[in-house]
């Protein structure tokens, strides 16, 4: 069974760093693309970025800049480096991961992450 594991969330004061990372075990096939995305409340989840297995990377306008996804294929692990983080940024971020193909989507439960002013 997939299992999808974020750690490394926190509380944060504008303007300061935090490092996400996800770990998934359990696949018996391929990870084609790992990502971050988030929900904030009142607001539908969006992507913040993605990576595929190449190392090709899509960020959001919104991080693009702050915001670094990078992954290790061998470890099957994803990690997102935040910066100049933003209350905006506030959300429970989540990470996903594509297995196989055609792709079957797998989540992890989720880790708060709380920007103050």
């Known amino acids: 069974q997939v299992q999808v594991v974020e750690s490394g969330g926190g509380l944060v004061q504008a303007g300061g760093s935090l490092r996400l990372s996800c770990a998934v075990s359990?696949?018996?096939?391929?990870?084609?693309?790992m990502g971050w995305y988030r929900h904030a409340p009142g607001k539908q989840r969006e992507l913040v970025a993605t990576i595929t297995r190449g190392g090709s990377t899509n960020y959001a306008d919104s991080v693009k800049g702050r915001f670094t996804i990078s992954s290790a294929n061998a470890q099957n692990t994803v990690w997102l480096q935040m910066t100049s983080l933003k209350p905006e940024d506030t959300a429970v971020y989540y990470c996903?991961?594509?297995?196989?193909?055609?792709?079957?989507?797998?989540w992890g439960q989720g880790t708060q992450v709380t920007v103050s002013s």
């Open positions: 359990g696949s018996l096939f391929s990870i084609n693309r």
């Open positions: 996903n991961a594509v297995v196989g193909a055609p792709g079957v989507g797998y």
